[in-house]
């Protein structure tokens, strides 16, 4: 008997049901691309110059004010002790949604350097690149379709981040 006719009628519905693809963002972080599902991004807004406060660690860059909040701004590249990025033409902040690491900090904000890009992934078209040398704030490195390497980040590396921070002040 075949694998197909052996399931259930039921099974067989769930088994004809196609993958889909996962509407996602390529955020643009100073020679790097980073993948979130867009879910998680809550919105692109263009840059404004945060109000930061005094003795703040360098990748806190201070609160943007987004939809009457108060958000955290960081700086994904100095959050992994990489250099301070090359100013962009066009900087732009992503405003994400919080992963649950403090319920007090709905959500956080990273600097990006360029033009994000939507981008809708088919799960079979990623590949996890083994042994990729990583930041403390990336999960994994991956190839989507054989052509283009990004980075999955940890946003709850930033949260904790931030957390620890306030917890000091």
Wanted: charged content about 20%.
């Amino acid at each position: 008997m075949s694998e197909v006719q052996s399931l259930s009628p039921s099974n067989q519905a769930a088994a004809a049901k196609p993958v889909r693809d996962v509407p996602s963002m390529l955020l643009p972080v100073q020679d790097k691309l980073l993948l979130l599902p867009g879910v998680a991004v809550a919105e692109i807004v263009n840059y404004s110059y945060p109000d930061c406060p005094p003795d703040a660690p360098d990748w806190f860059l201070g609160y943007i004010e987004w939809r009457k909040l108060s958000v955290p701004l960081l700086s994904f590249e100095l959050l992994n002790g990489q250099p301070m990025p090359r100013s962009s033409a066009a900087p732009r902040i992503a405003v994400i949604n919080n992963t649950g690491v403090n319920d007090d900090v709905p959500f956080i904000a990273i600097v990006m350097q360029g033009i994000p890009r939507l981008m809708r992934i088919m799960p079979q078209d990623v590949a996890e690149i083994e042994g990729a040398a990583l930041a403390p704030a990336e999960l994994a490195a991956i190839n989507i379709a054989g052509s283009e390497t990004v980075l999955i980040p940890d946003v709850s590396v930033l949260e904790k981040a931030y957390s620890d921070y306030l917890k000091t002040r």
